[in-house]
């Protein structure tokens, strides 16, 4: 017994290690892990998660702080912030068992950036990642830490004491997103805007870009790897879309145009499908070739406030009302249209047929995919502080046979 | 005099020998880092130091938080964090005499007294409830909330003369405009009026001229003539015609300047408006800023700061400018811009600003002349 939990322990650690490189590679191995926003690839799909079809509740953690966040999957643990304090100047990181939600350490810092924010976000808006050795954890103050898994502190950034007007009064949300050995980041306000590769390894900056005065509370999605190209992450904001090379900050195509500040992208192979005018898919251009082709437009697609997912060949959005729509990818055709019990703030997140999405008040839905209409499998209503008005904001993660969601005080592990 | 020996005379109290050398240069490895993560890599080496020494560290961790920037000291304290975490669990006693010690000596550095008192609530919860509600008048701002919270819990259960003057202890005390908001209300309901605008120091006698063109925003980084002279006699071509300078008054509770009054409702438009603060002394301030609308303040003609955003949000104690008041006439200008936007939520052209110190404590001009 003691030796089967030792082996799927380094079996795991083994395949956490893999992960980093994983999130940028075509032929990414399979892996539990969910490192990032929206999982493995920024597109809400888990290569390997089974997906209860009526889950049920396996353990809760309290938590310190409220926080839109969401939680990372590495190995055997599970990441989360949370920010606390009057003026939510209590940063937190704390890691949690993924099997029974035993607490395993906590890590308090102070902002040292800005605090305010609209009330129904909060400083800990944006999801860490991992890089498969580290995990990086941003705030809307602009504070930037990175740890490793045991909770040793590794390098720490003030960026707002870096880039002094940079924030936003409503708050910032952009995740950061790990690409080979480049964490990058946008901070996009009005006053002080500007995109960040920086060292994973040491948190000193490879490069700076400044980026367009507009709030913009996207993230940054990693291109998928293909051979002669380098490693490449798209940004996207009010003006446009562009590829970067994440080692670089060499701008390697770009898009004018009006890409959602909210929804960000999906990319699967050598297509990009973009939240613009509902959503446009992009081909990626060669190398050498400054702007990507406008594969197609599909107005009526709107993913509204959340990000869209990406199964397969099969591109889901979730509107403010609750509508989940399946498009297809080749052309932008929508099959079937379902209505779900919103709203939403969360985005979809999905494996194999099955997609979990969270509404505010936290019920819980699986939607089975392969119907051919698509219907609800099975809900879950997570028990809510009505005292507090607590809501349930944050994109689920998935991982194995669990689904990690944060409300306002507490994570939640759902299992068969 | 190095650490040990000022430690020593701080705390009254010996100090091991351990603190000097390898122990006491990662402690201040810590505190070197500097802008765009200079230092990172000497500091993560250090911080791995600093922690693997255990519960001897944590002193010294607090006689150098606070000697560097504030990006330095969560290196600090995330190294005290880790260390007491570490100490709790092995269930290795820590030095909290004298962590108590250090955090109730009011001349160490704000940053050393909130890790000494967060340490002090991760170690021992009950021990640091007790002493916070000593800090009723403590200089640091965020460790008087604790008290002040104390002070109104046991307010609320008196009554009549008995909870006028609980409450009266309260507001004298309390700070932060939640816990002074429900202050005055109590009060207000016991018959005792609370003069807020006084109480946190708000200026609210102003002159102000525009409006000057700010379409597309351009007006924001154009210097009018009230950057390079402040005559009140004076007129100025403006947006729309001559304008000059006409005085104002806030009447709101929280110091709200309303420029759509004396300007009238308006967009793509610059205001400015100043004042003299007299102050007693020559000192360091605070000019504290809530401001919706893109801006810039200025001291004496310095600049302290300047922000171009709009309609995002506003509220007290937005912006913290810190200044130097001189002895005598101080002349305080607010630039204020507003933009195109024509939404319901993008009326508001309005600004509001108060001098304090460093504990949100008013500074009051000994007298307004604008």
């Given at each position: 017994?003691?030796?089967?939990?030792?082996?799927?322990?380094?079996?795991?650690?083994?395949?956490?290690?893999?992960?980093?490189?994983?999130?940028?590679?075509?032929?990414?191995?399979?892996?539990?892990?969910?490192?990032?926003?929206?999982?493995?690839?920024?597109?809400?799909?888990?290569?390997?998660?089974?997906?209860?079809a009526?889950?049920?509740?396996?353990?809760?953690?309290?938590?310190?702080?409220?926080?839109?966040?969401?939680?990372?999957?590495?190995g055997?643990?599970?990441?989360?912030?949370?920010?606390?304090?009057?003026?939510?100047?209590?940063?937190?990181?704390?890691?949690?068992?993924?099997k029974?939600?035993a607490?395993?350490?906590?890590?308090?810092?102070?902002?040292?950036?800005?605090?305010?924010?609209?009330?129904?976000?909060?400083?800990?808006?944006?999801?860490?990642?991992?890089d498969?050795?580290?995990?990086?954890?941003?705030?809307?103050?602009?504070?930037?830490?990175?740890?490793?898994?045991?909770?040793?502190?590794?390098?720490?950034?003030?960026?707002?004491?870096?880039?002094?007007?940079?924030?936003?009064?409503?708050?910032?949300?952009?995740?950061p997103?790990?690409?080979?050995?480049?964490?990058?980041?946008?901070?996009?306000?009005?006053?002080?805007?500007?995109?960040?590769?920086?060292?994973?390894?040491?948190?000193?900056?490879?490069?700076?870009?400044?980026?367009?005065?507009?709030?913009?509370?996207?993230?940054?999605?990693?291109?998928?790897?293909?051979?002669?190209?380098?490693?490449?992450?798209?940004?996207?904001?009010?003006?446009?879309?562009?590829?970067?090379?994440?080692?670089?900050?060499?701008?390697?195509?770009?898009?004018?145009?009006n890409?959602?500040?909210?929804?960000?992208s999906?990319?699967?192979?050598?297509v990009?499908?973009?939240?613009?005018?509902?959503?446009?898919?992009?081909?990626?251009?060669?190398?050498?070739?400054?702007?990507?082709?406008?594969?197609?437009?599909?107005?009526?697609?709107?993913?509204?406030?959340?990000s869209p997912?990406?199964?397969?060949?099969?591109?889901?959005?979730?509107?403010?009302?609750?509508?989940?729509?399946?498009?297809?990818?080749?052309?932008?055709?929508?099959?079937?249209?379902?209505?779900?019990?919103?709203?939403?703030?969360?985005?979809?997140?999905?494996?194999?047929?099955?997609?979990?999405?969270?509404n505010?008040?936290?019920?819980?839905?699986?939607?089975?995919?392969?119907?051919?209409?698509?219907?609800?499998?099975?809900?879950l209503?997570?028990?809510?502080?009505?005292?507090?008005?607590?809501?349930?904001?944050?994109?689920?993660?998935?991982?194995?046979?669990?689904?990690?969601?944060?409300?306002?005080?507490?994570?939640?592990c759902?299992?068969? | 005099?190095?650490?040990?020996?000022?430690?020593?005379?701080?705390?009254?109290?010996?100090?091991?020998?351990?603190?000097?050398?390898?122990?006491?240069?990662?402690?201040?490895?810590?505190?070197?880092?500097?802008?765009?993560?200079?230092?990172?890599?000497?500091?993560?080496?250090?911080?791995?130091?600093?922690?693997?020494?255990?519960?001897?560290?944590?002193?010294?961790?607090?006689?150098?938080?606070?000697?560097?920037?504030?990006?330095?000291?969560?290196?600090?304290?995330?190294?005290?964090?880790?260390?007491?975490?570490?100490?709790?669990?092995?269930?290795?006693?820590?030095p909290?005499?004298?962590?108590?010690?250090?955090?109730?000596?009011?001349?160490?550095?704000?940053?050393?007294?909130l890790?000494?008192?967060?340490?002090?609530?991760?170690a021992?919860?009950?021990?640091?409830?007790?002493?916070?509600?000593?800090?009723?008048?403590?200089?640091?701002?965020?460790?008087?909330?604790?008290?002040?919270?104390?002070?109104?819990?046991?307010?609320?259960?008196?009554?009549?003369d008995?909870?006028?003057?609980?409450?009266?202890e309260?507001?004298?005390?309390?700070?932060?405009?939640?816990?002074?908001?429900?202050?005055?209300?109590?009060?207000?309901?016991?018959?005792?009026?609370?003069?807020?605008?006084?109480?946190f120091?708000?200026?609210?006698?102003?002159?102000?001229?525009?409006?000057?063109?700010?379409?597309?925003?351009?007006?924001?980084?154009?210097?009018?003539?009230?950057?390079?002279?402040?005559?009140?006699?004076?007129?100025?071509?403006?947006?729309?015609?001559?304008?000059?300078?006409?005085?104002?008054a806030?009447?709101?509770?929280?110091?709200?300047?309303?420029?759509?009054?004396?300007?009238?409702?308006?967009?793509?438009?610059?205001?400015?408006?100043?004042?003299?603060?007299?102050?007693?002394?020559?000192?360091e301030?605070?000019?504290?800023?809530?401001?919706?609308?893109?801006?810039?303040v200025?001291?004496?003609?310095?600049?302290?700061?300047?922000?171009?955003?709009?309609?995002?949000?506003?509220?007290?104690?937005?912006?913290?400018?810190?200044?130097?008041?001189?002895?005598?006439?101080?002349?305080?200008?607010?630039?204020?811009?507003?933009?195109?936007?024509?939404?319901?939520?993008?009326?508001?052209?309005?600004?509001?600003?108060?001098?304090?110190?460093?504990?949100?404590?008013?500074?009051?001009?000994?007298?307004?002349?604008?």
């Amino acid at each position: 017994m003691r030796s089967c939990t030792l082996f799927s322990l380094c079996l795991t650690s083994l395949v956490g290690l893999a992960t980093a490189s994983a999130a940028n590679t075509a032929a990414a191995p399979i892996t539990t892990d969910w490192p990032a926003f929206r999982g493995p690839v920024s597109s809400g799909a888990s290569p390997s998660a089974q997906i209860p079809a009526q889950p049920k509740i396996a353990w809760s953690a309290k938590l310190p702080g409220r926080g839109l966040s969401s939680p990372i999957i590495m190995g055997e643990k599970v990441f989360v912030t949370a920010a606390e304090g009057p003026e939510q100047e209590r940063l937190r990181v704390l890691c949690f068992r993924v099997k029974d939600g035993a607490p395993l350490w906590e890590r308090q810092l102070l902002a040292t950036g800005r605090t305010m924010t609209h009330d129904k976000t909060s400083v800990a808006a944006s999801t860490p990642c991992s890089d498969g050795k580290r995990i990086f954890a941003l705030w809307s103050s602009n504070d930037l830490a990175a740890f490793d898994f045991e909770g040793n502190l590794l390098w720490l950034r003030g960026l707002t004491a870096d880039y002094s007007n940079a924030s936003n009064s409503l708050g910032m949300a952009s995740s950061p997103v790990t690409v080979g050995a480049t964490v990058v980041v946008q901070i996009e306000n009005d006053s002080e805007s500007y995109a960040l590769g920086i060292d994973a390894s040491t948190g000193k900056n490879l490069w700076k870009l400044e980026r367009p005065k507009f709030a913009n509370w996207s993230s940054p999605v990693p291109l998928p790897a293909r051979p002669g190209f380098p490693a490449a992450v798209l940004l996207q904001s009010k003006e446009g879309v562009c590829a970067v090379d994440a080692a670089t900050g060499k701008t390697l195509w770009q898009l004018a145009g009006n890409a959602s500040t909210m929804s960000s992208s999906v990319a699967l192979k050598d297509v990009v499908y973009l939240p613009a005018s509902g959503m446009t898919a992009l081909g990626v251009p060669a190398l050498g070739v400054s702007e990507p082709q406008t594969l197609w437009n599909a107005r009526q697609i709107n993913p509204s406030t959340t990000s869209p997912l990406l199964l397969d060949s099969r591109l889901f959005t979730v509107n403010n009302a609750g509508i989940l729509t399946m498009a297809e990818t080749a052309a932008g055709d929508i099959k079937w249209k379902l209505r779900l019990t919103g709203p939403f703030s969360g985005s979809p997140v999905g494996a194999g047929d099955r997609i979990v999405l969270v509404n505010e008040k936290a019920l819980l839905q699986v939607v089975n995919t392969a119907a051919p209409e698509g219907e609800v499998l099975g809900q879950l209503q997570l028990p809510l502080d009505a005292k507090t008005k607590e809501l349930a904001l944050c994109t689920p993660a998935l991982s194995g046979g669990r689904i990690f969601v944060r409300t306002d005080s507490t994570l939640w592990c759902v299992a068969k | 005099m190095k650490v040990p020996q000022l430690l020593s005379v701080l705390l009254g109290m010996a100090v091991a020998p351990v603190f000097a050398g390898p122990l006491e240069d990662a402690v201040q490895t810590l505190t070197h880092v500097g802008r765009e993560g200079a230092g990172n890599e000497a500091a993560s080496r250090a911080w791995t130091q600093v922690v693997a020494a255990g519960p001897k560290g944590l002193v010294l961790l607090l006689a150098h938080s606070g000697s560097g920037s504030n990006v330095a000291d969560n290196w600090v304290r995330l190294a005290g964090n880790a260390i007491v975490a570490q100490a709790l669990e092995a269930k290795q006693p820590l030095p909290l005499d004298a962590v108590e010690a250090f955090l109730t000596n009011t001349a160490h550095p704000e940053a050393a007294r909130l890790l000494a008192f967060d340490l002090l609530q991760q170690a021992d919860a009950g021990r640091a409830e007790k002493l916070e509600r000593t800090f009723g008048n403590d200089p640091v701002q965020k460790l008087r909330r604790g008290a002040v919270a104390f002070l109104l819990t046991a307010a609320e259960s008196k009554s009549g003369d008995e909870a006028k003057k609980a409450y009266q202890e309260a507001l004298a005390v309390a700070r932060d405009e939640d816990q002074t908001k429900t202050v005055s209300e109590a009060l207000k309901k016991l018959g005792v009026a609370v003069d807020i605008p006084k109480h946190f120091g708000f200026l609210t006698q102003w002159q102000v001229i525009g409006p000057f063109d700010n379409t597309k925003g351009a007006g924001f980084q154009t210097a009018f003539p009230p950057e390079t002279e402040v005559a009140l006699d004076k007129s100025y071509p403006g947006k729309s015609g001559p304008v000059k300078w006409q005085p104002t008054a806030s009447k709101d509770e929280y110091g709200k300047l309303n420029l759509n009054e004396p300007l009238t409702p308006l967009k793509e438009a610059t205001a400015y408006a100043v004042t003299t603060f007299e102050s007693g002394e020559a000192r360091e301030a605070e000019l504290r800023l809530g401001c919706k609308n893109a801006w810039k303040v200025w001291l004496n003609g310095e600049l302290l700061f300047a922000r171009d955003e709009y309609h995002r949000g506003q509220r007290m104690d937005q912006y913290r400018l810190k200044g130097r008041l001189r002895k005598g006439s101080n002349t305080i200008l607010v630039k204020c811009c507003q933009n195109e936007q024509t939404e319901s939520w993008t009326v508001e052209w309005e600004f509001q600003l108060r001098v304090c110190d460093g504990t949100g404590t008013a500074l009051l001009s000994s007298v307004s002349k604008r």
